[in-house]
Antibody, heavy 125, light 108 residues
Framework: QVQLVQSGAEMKKPGASVKVSCKAS????????MHWVRQAPGQGLEWMGI????????LHAQKFQGRVTITRDTSTSTVYMELGSLRSEDTAVYYC??????????????????WGQGTLVTVSS | SSELTQDPAVSVALGQTVRITCQGD??????ASWYQQKPAQAPVLVIY???NRPSGIPDRFSGSSSGNTASLTIAGARAEDEADYYC???????????FGGGTKLTVL
């Protein structure tokens, strides 16, 4: 079955960087784009960016421009999200989620069909 | 526009039907998807593309769409349906994805 397994919790100081991994299994890694989504404590879901494992093309939310780097390693079916210049507001659970898309009745649809278990990143001095 | 708007909280009596809505310009050209999230758990997909349910999602969950509004309906709500629900779609620009602010569903 499709599975996304993320790396463990991290504690970082302000100004540092964190790199979270997401290992995919149960499907052809290069056939599905992968998203990163985060959730601050008590807050909603926030889309961060996406990578096409087939080629490495990425898109990022404007908010994270210049601070986030999403990469992939096709040899290990792993996607990485690195966030730099960390501040306390970056304390959140970070999720990877697999992208699926289709077109029905002339309209497109995208959805996140499988999610990783989440990685808590705590930023504190 | 890159915003999706949801009511922050909705309540429903046990066994009754509840509709959760999501509004945004992107929904005129892109179907919404819906996610259920319980405390300390990852979100779970419940509805995608018009009115499709992943395997394992009960048929009391259904979706619909009209104009700039998507809706998630739960018919015969159960105690275990109490959760946060989020809608999502691709932004009108095509270069971003967005989530609604989430709706906290309370089953009374």
């Amino acid at each position: 079955q499709v599975q996304l397994v993320q790396s463990g919790a991290e504690m970082k100081k302000p100004g540092a960087s964190v790199k979270v991994s997401c290992k995919a299994s149960g499907y052809t890694f290069t056939s599905h784009w992968m998203h990163w989504v985060r959730q601050a404590p008590g807050q909603g879901l926030e889309w961060m960016g996406i990578i096409n494992p087939n080629g490495g093309t990425t898109l990022h939310a404007q908010k994270f421009q210049g601070r986030v780097t999403i990469t992939r390693d096709t040899s290990t079916s792993t996607v990485y999200m690195e966030l730099g210049s960390l501040r306390s507001e970056d304390t959140a659970v970070y999720y990877c989620a697999r992208d699926v898309s289709t077109s029905v009745d002339g309209m497109s649809g995208w959805w996140f069909d499988t999610w990783g278990q989440g990685t808590l990143v705590t930023v504190s001095s | 526009s890159s915003e999706l708007t949801q009511d922050p909280a909705v309540s429903v009596a046990l066994g009754q039907t509840v509709r959760i809505t999501c509004q945004g310009d992107s929904l005129r050209s892109c179907y919404a998807s819906w996610y259920q999230q319980k405390p300390a758990q990852a979100p779970v997909l419940v509805i995608y593309t018009k009115n499709n349910r992943p395997s394992g999602i009960p048929d009391r969950f259904s979706g619909s769409s009209s104009g700039n509004t998507a809706s998630l309906t739960i018919a015969g709500a159960r105690a275990e349906d109490e959760a946060d629900y989020y809608c999502s779609s691709r932004d009108s620009s095509g270069s971003h994805w967005v989530f609604g602010g989430g709706t906290k569903l309370t089953v009374l």
